[in-house]
Structure formats: structure tokens, C-alpha cells
């Protein structure tokens, strides 16, 4: 392996070159961004999965909606937010709107998710984003803000400011450019985002480890650097059940599905908690069939523990409620494990969105509510 890596060097100098000249004539305006006339966040990264950038999105648009209470004239409700997704590995094209009615094959699995959790948010998915940004507008003229959805590469749109998360397990400045490592492009590119987000840090992480990471980042005076943790909720059963959910102790047996990038974190996790964890894995967005269910059937079968479950993750969970999957599991007990974000130093990430969000009308700035 780290001989091909060596091999691919070469490859990687010249994709970065290309990519750094691609930003250099964003730079210089000789390739145009567009702007909106509504506030635009992007968040992203620059590797290429695994820094959970949709709950991270998903965050956002709940602080957002928090925040409308806590400021005047922010008027930011759900039903004023949009997010915009390219909607990775659909099998569809353009601009679709998400409801509830839609699936993960049409569009999407994250955006799927998002549309599960947060009902009144309008959720569209659009490789074009300028497009997207339009429909979006088009559909719902009340919206106020859209949080792009893995769009820190899409230069076309010039948000208001950038978000980058990079995970603490795999950062990005240990990482190189494609194809001899995971980067999307050149480590520099970090500089254009205004906060960066270290993901899946441990909840008790030290003073020391934060600073190493600074030191690592180096920040530009301008940038700020949070840290965000996954927290685990109870379990929720993938299909419809009258069953009680249970809960996992050391007397469980787990047979953990998973198709997402990085696995480390949960599967750390349901070690901890459970007797033991047998792990069938799948690559990234993977679209689910009948013969892959088998195999996680065949693997939970093994299992010679009665008190054993499947545990699948919510983004797998939207990809496998389809009548063969359902067929293909039988009566096995399968449940998906919510998680939730909790960036560590919440009321300065708070005050540092409303710092940095543009008045959109001079004469009604966006104040502090008094008494709040």
C-alpha cells in the first residue's frame, strides 16, 4: 500500500497544481462567484467523507432556529431555511425537492435524513447550486437563509462565510491530495473557510490536545477553531415496529451494519456499551440489495447470543426502507442509532455566526433581544 502511494505521488503534485490554479483565478475573480441577496453558508471539508457534514449542517439550521429567539429581526423559523444538496449517488439529475414522500434512491441519503429530522426546512438537491439557490427561491420566497450541504469546492456561490470540519481521527493536515491520499485538494485550501470544526472529538478532550490542534491548523488571525463531539441518543427501530426499542448492555450481542466513511467513532462506542460487536461493512452511500441484507442476516444468525439486535446508523436506515430490503430481513430486529452534535464551545460558535452574518437590511440590524 505504501508503495502505490509513492507511485501516485507524482499524480497527486500535478491534480493539486491544477486545483490550486482553479482557485487562484477564483481568487482573482477572473472565474465569477455569484452572490444572493438572502444569507448563504457553506459547509464542507477537504477530504473526501467522514467529517460529518450533514449533521453538522443539521446543527446548524436547530441553531439558527434557537437563535431567531434570542435576536431581533433575525426571523429565522424553520419554515425560512433552506439546505441545498448535491445529493451524492441519486439516481436522478437536476433539482429535485426532498419530502417526505421521496426516497434515498431519488434523493439521496443525507438529504433524506435531514428532510426525517427537520420537516419544515425546505430541502432541495442540485449538483448546479447557483440553479438550486434559484428553484429554492422560486419555490419558497420567504427563505432567508441556505446552508450548502458539502459545497466548501462549489466556488460558483459566494457565501457569506464558510464552515470547515476536518475529523480528529483522520485530520486533514495528515492527509495528502488524491490520489495518493484522501484530499479533495491542496491543504492550503483551508485559509478560505472563517471557522473550522474539529469533528468526533472525544467529550473529555484536554486543553493540551486543543492546542496541539491549533498548532497543527495554524489559523489565520481572521478564522476561529471549535470542537464538536457525537452524542448518542437511544435506539429507533428502522421500520415500524410495536416491539419495545431496547436498550444495549454488556449481555447484548451486536451485528452493526454500516455504509457511511468513517466507522470508528460508533463502532468505539458499541464496544464499550454491548458484549461484543461483529461489524459488516459497506462502502460510503452504498445503495443496498437483497443479497447484501443476506449477508448481514447470515452474520446475525451466527450469533450464538439470544439477546443479540442489528444496529444500522439513521443515514443507512433511509437507504434500507425499501419493500425487498424489508422482505430480505425477515423478522431480525434492526434499529438505527440517532446521534446528535454538541460543539464544545457552543455560546462562542453562537455569538461568532450572528458576528459574521451580514445585515440584511442596514436599517433593522440583528440585535440581542433584551433580557434573553
Do not use: C
Not at 171 to 190: C, H, I, M, Q, T
Not at 221 to 240: E, G, R, T, W
Not at 265 to 289: G, I, K
Amino acid at each position: 500500500m505504501k508503495t502505490l502511494r509513492y507511485i501516485l505521488v507524482p499524480f497527486s503534485f500535478i491534480y493539486g497544481v491544477l486545483l490550486s490554479g482553479r482557485n487562484i483565478l477564483f481568487d482573482l475573480r477572473i472565474l465569477r462567484s455569484r452572490k444572493f441577496p438572502i444569507w448563504v453558508i457553506s459547509i464542507g471539508n477537504l477530504s473526501m467523507g467522514g467529517t460529518g457534514k450533514s449533521p453538522h449542517t443539521e446543527y446548524i439550521a436547530r441553531l439558527m432556529e434557537k437563535l431567531n429567539k434570542k435576536y431581533d429581526n433575525l426571523d429565522l423559523p424553520f419554515h425560512k431555511i433552506g439546505i441545498l444538496s448535491r445529493g451524492y449517488k441519486r439516481v436522478t439529475s437536476g433539482f429535485l425537492l426532498v419530502n417526505k414522500t421521496s426516497n434515498a434512491r431519488e434523493v439521496g441519503d443525507e438529504p433524506m435524513q435531514m428532510k426525517n429530522r427537520l420537516n419544515e426546512v425546505s430541502v432541495g438537491v442540485d449538483g448546479n447550486r447557483i440553479r438550486g439557490i434559484h428553484v429554492l427561491l422560486s419555490l419558497n420566497p420567504q427563505l432567508k437563509l441556505i446552508l450548502l450541504d458539502d459545497a466548501f469546492q462549489h466556488r460558483y456561490v459566494r457565501p457569506d462565510f464558510s464552515i470547515l470540519l476536518t475529523n480528529y481521527n483522520a485530520p486533514y493536515y495528515n492527509d495528502s491530495v488524491l490520489p495518493s491520499g484522501g484530499l479533495r485538494e491542496p491543504k492550503s485550501g483551508y485559509k478560505r473557510a472563517k471557522f473550522i470544526i474539529v469533528t468526533n472529538v472525544p467529550v473529555n478532550i484536554t486543553d493540551v490536545e486543543k492546542k496541539l490542534i491549533f498548532k497543527n491548523i495554524n489559523p489565520k488571525s481572521s478564522q476561529k477553531i471549535f470542537h464538536s463531539s457525537i452524542i448518542y441518543n437511544s435506539l429507533m427501530p428502522v421500520f415500524k415496529s410495536k416491539e419495545a426499542t431496547p436498550s444495549i448492555d454488556k449481555n447484548t450481542s451486536v451485528v452493526l451494519l454500516t455504509g457511511i466513511a468513517n466507522t470508528h467513532s460508533l463502532y468505539n462506542h458499541l464496544a464499550e456499551v454491548a458484549r461484543d460487536v461483529v461489524h459488516v461493512e459497506f462502502p460510503d452511500h452504498h445503495m443496498y440489495t437483497p443479497t447484501d441484507i443476506a449477508k448481514v442476516t447470515k452474520a446475525f444468525t451466527s450469533v450464538s447470543n439470544p439477546n443479540k439486535i442489528i444496529v444500522t446508523t439513521e443515514k443507512d436506515s433511509v437507504r434500507l426502507v425499501l419493500g425487498e430490503l424489508m422482505k430480505a430481513f425477515g423478522t431480525a430486529p434492526v434499529y438505527y442509532l440517532p446521534i446528535e452534535v454538541k460543539v464544545h464551545e457552543e455560546k462562542e460558535f453562537e455569538e461568532a455566526i450572528i458576528s459574521n452574518l451580514p445585515s440584511l437590511n442596514p436599517n433593522k440590524p440583528v440585535t440581542k433581544k433584551e433580557n434573553v
